[in-house]
């Protein structure tokens, strides 16, 4: 099983990865803890679209890149629901609906 590192990615933006949840957390859960160091603009749990529940994983928003620097250090390694969880700087945020760009090609009219 592939783990990600638990050298801290540098917080660049207000948005992180949470990584290690336990399957219960809910996103009312990262919510309430992630509101003790400031402002939560968002908070999402990747879901499994098939089962609908949770991939172990999830992102949270906080209002500054400030906070959200306040909160990797408060929170990474920190104990949730028996959990160690794991908190960096996430990535921008994927837009949605441009899978098909990212493919390269044309899907369908293909010439022979």
Known sequence: MLFRSREQTEVTTPRLYVGNLSYDSSES???????QVGGVRNVEIAMDKKTHKSKGFGFVEMDSVT???????????????????????AKSQRSGGDRDD???????DRRR
């Open 102 to 108: 990212r493919r390269g090609g044309r899907r369908g």
């Open 29 to 35: 859960d990262l919510f309430d803890l992630f509101s």
């Open 67 to 89: 906070a959200a620097e306040a909160a990797q250090k408060k929170f990474n390694a920190y104990q949730l629901m028996g959990r160690e969880l794991l908190v960096m700087g």
